[in-house]
């Protein structure tokens, strides 16, 4: 999860609209918590996300979540 969640979105030749929307304009939240949920959830192994928290401070963008793998609950911090 960690290694989808460090791609920028237009980085991959062959899937543009892959990826977090870093260099986009993007002035609020709600767009980044739902590129980092969509590229979870999308992942084959993830059934689903129990918890989701995310903050920006000074133009800063972090997030915690816990998701349910069919190996067990995986914690990430970004």
């Known amino acids: 999860l960690t290694q989808r969640l460090s791609v920028i979105k237009s980085e991959l030749w062959y899937n543009v609209s892959y990826g977090l929307p870093l260099f986009d304009k993007v002035k609020n939240k709600i767009a980044m918590d739902g ?30 979540f816990q998701a349910v793998t069919k190996y067990g609950n995986v914690q990430v911090i970004l």
């Open 35 to 64: 590129a980092v949920a969509a590229i979870v959830n999308s992942h084959p192994d993830v059934i689903s996300m129990s918890s989701f928290e995310s903050t920006i401070v000074n133009r800063k963008y972090s997030c915690k």
